[in-house]
C-alpha cells in the first residue's frame, strides 16, 4: 500500500527557512513525478513545486518562485522542500503528492496525482 508521510511543518517568523520532508512507501519511487501542493483556509488547493521522476525537471508557481526548492533522493524514496524567506501568506497545510509518470514530465493540477500524504502544517506568523 502506498503511503506518503509529511513532516517538518511548524509555527514559523516570516522570513525564517522551513524545510518539509516527504518519505514514500510502497509505490516504484523512481517511476513518479513529485509534487507539494499547499491549502489555506478558506481556499483551495494549489501547486507549489513540482520534481519529475527522474528529478531532472522542477516547476515552481509564480507565488514561491525564487524561494521555494524542491528536491528528491530516490536511493532514499524522499523528497523536500526547501523554504526560504517565509511570508504570512505561505500559512497553509503542505501535502506532498505522487504520481506515476516517467522522465521529465510534471503536472501542475491535482487532478493527475494518485496518491496524496495527510498533510502538515506550515505558520508562518511573528
Known amino acids: 500500500q502506498v503511503q506518503l508521510v509529511e513532516s517538518g511543518g511548524r509555527l514559523v517568523q516570516p522570513g525564517d527557512s522551513l524545510t518539509l520532508s516527504c518519505a514514500a512507501s510502497?509505490?516504484?519511487?523512481?517511476?513518479?513525478?513529485m509534487a507539494w501542493f499547499r491549502q489555506a483556509p478558506g481556499k483551495e488547493r494549489e501547486f507549489v513545486v513540482g520534481?519529475?521522476?527522474?528529478?531532472?525537471?522542477?516547476e515552481s508557481a509564480d507565488a514561491v518562485q525564487g524561494r521555494f526548492t524542491i528536491s528528491r533522493d530516490n536511493a532514499q524514496n524522499m523528497v523536500y522542500l526547501q523554504m526560504n524567506s517565509l511570508k504570512p501568506e505561505d500559512t497553509a497545510i503542505y501535502y506532498c503528492?505522487?504520481?506515476?509518470?516517467?522522465?521529465?514530465?510534471?503536472?501542475?493540477?491535482?487532478?493527475?496525482?494518485?496518491?496524496w500524504g495527510q498533510g502538515t502544517q506550515v505558520t508562518v506568523s511573528s
Open positions: 520534481i519529475s521522476a527522474n528529478g531532472e525537471e522542477k
Open positions: 503528492a505522487a504520481r506515476e509518470t516517467t522522465g521529465t514530465l510534471i503536472f501542475r493540477g491535482k487532478i493527475y496525482y494518485n496518491y
Open positions: 510502497g509505490l516504484p519511487f523512481s517511476e513518479y513525478g
